[in-house]
Each structure stands twice: as structure tokens, then as C-alpha cells.
T-cell receptor, first 114, second 115 residues
Framework: AQSVTQPDIHITVSEGASLELRCNYS??????LFWYVQSPGQGLQLLLK??????LVQGIKGFEAEFKRSQSSFNLRKPSVHWSDAAEYFC????????????FGTGTRLKVLA | KAGVTQTPRYLIKTRGQQVTLSCSPI?????VSWYQQTPGQGLQFLFE???????NKGNFPGRFSGRQFSNSRSEMNVSTLELGDSALYLC??????????????FGEGSRLTVL
């Protein structure tokens, strides 16, 4: 069955430090891949997406993610974190064959220290 | 362009009652999906509607139902509420079938508390 794993429930980084949030998926083919961010009391906002082509994708707010087929991973990175990046981050995959499914990971809550 | 609008934003119900939540998608969007978000469980897919037809359904009991109107607005209903139904219910819209575009546009959610 398809699944998405975000192994880190909580991550704390200092402002200005680099960030990497991990995401692994299980799916027989190459899915569509997404990262969403959710600020407190808000809905989810798309940060970036990967459909095909260049495996390094750029998103909004200075985020990027790299698709690694061999590792079934789609990790999110940011070189320098800002206090406003504190939020919950969700990785998601959408299946590309058979019955369409959009599956979210359980999220990683990011805390930023001043 | 207005975003996805969900009403009510907050509500409190007691066990056994029923609740109806509403979602107005972005103008021109024809697909509406619903998700239940709870701590530790993440987002669980409830159903997707497109052109007034349910196209996909998640693994929820029959107490959870929905519909979509001709103007693409959608409602979901939960009958015989249980404590475990307390959650943030998120609606997301997309221009066509979610499978065609990938990206979902989310509302701010309706937070349901069941006492």
C-alpha cells in the first residue's frame, strides 16, 4: 500500500541555521510529490511540487526539495531558517496510476529559536 | 480571487448529534476534497467530489457523508457524533480532478469539538 513517512515529529533549529525535513514514500511508480506548510490556525499552503524532470525543485519562501528515486525520498531544505518558518510541514504524494490517491505524511512541527 | 471558504470555523457539539460543514471552493474550481486532521494521525482523506459526483472515498464509516452542488460548493455531514470525531476538517479545491492538476488549495478548516 502507498504510504508517506515523515520520521521527525518535531524539529528545533536556531534562526539562521540550515534545515532539512525528511520524507520517504512507498509507491510502485514515481508519484507526484508535494510539500505543504501549515501555520497555526491556518489551512495548508503549497511550498513546492515535483511531477517530472529536474529532481531539484525550487519553491516559495526560499525552500527547495530534491527527489531521489533510489531512496524514495523527497527531502525539504532551506539554507537559512527565519523565525516565521515555524509551522508544521507536510509531505504528500499523489499516485499516478490506478485509483487516484493523495496521501499525506503525519507532519513535522518546526520550532525556530531566536 | 477569494480563497477556499469554510464555515463554520469553530463548533461544539455533543455525542449523538449531527453536524454539517460547508465549503466554497475558489471560483472556477470544480473539484472539492475533504480531509480530517487530528494530532498524530495527520490528514486523512474523506472524499472527493467533482461535478456533483463523488469520485473517491476514504476509509471512514457511513456516518460521514458529503455532497456537491451545481455551483461546486460542497457540504459534509457527520451523523451520530462520537468523541473521536473531534478534529479539524479541511476542505481543498482544485480546478479539475485533483489527479489532473496535483495541487490542492486548502481552506482554513472547521474545528469540531465533540463533548
Amino acid at each position: 500500500a502507498q504510504s508517506v513517512t515523515q520520521p521527525d515529529i518535531h524539529i528545533t533549529v536556531s534562526e539562521g541555521a540550515s534545515l532539512e525535513l525528511r520524507c520517504n514514500y512507498s509507491y510502485g511508480a514515481t508519484p507526484y510529490l508535494f510539500w505543504y506548510v501549515q501555520s497555526p490556525g491556518q489551512g495548508l499552503q503549497l511550498l513546492l511540487k515535483y511531477f517530472s524532470g529536474d529532481t531539484l525543485v525550487q519553491g516559495i519562501k526560499g525552500f527547495e526539495a530534491e527527489f531521489k528515486r533510489s531512496q524514495s525520498s523527497f527531502n525539504l531544505r532551506k539554507p537559512s531558517v527565519h523565525w516565521s518558518d515555524a509551522a508544521e510541514y507536510f509531505c504528500a504524494v499523489a499516485t499516478t496510476s490506478g485509483t487516484y490517491k493523495y496521501i499525506f505524511g503525519t507532519g513535522t512541527r518546526l520550532k525556530v529559536l531566536a | 480571487k477569494a480563497g477556499v471558504t469554510q464555515t463554520p470555523r469553530y463548533l461544539i457539539k455533543t455525542r449523538g448529534q449531527q453536524v454539517t460543514l460547508s465549503c466554497s471552493p475558489i471560483s472556477g474550481h470544480r473539484s472539492v476534497s475533504w480531509y480530517q486532521q487530528t494530532p498524530g494521525q495527520g490528514l486523512q482523506f474523506l472524499f472527493e467530489y467533482f461535478s456533483e459526483t463523488q469520485r473517491n472515498k476514504g476509509n471512514f464509516p457511513g456516518r460521514f457523508s458529503g455532497r456537491q452542488f451545481s455551483n461546486s460548493r460542497s457540504e459534509m455531514n457527520v451523523s451520530t457524533l462520537e468523541l473521536g470525531d473531534s478534529a479539524l476538517y479541511l476542505c481543498a479545491s482544485s480546478p479539475n480532478r485533483a489527479s489532473n492538476t496535483g495541487e490542492l488549495f486548502f481552506g482554513e478548516g472547521s474545528r469540531l469539538t465533540v463533548l
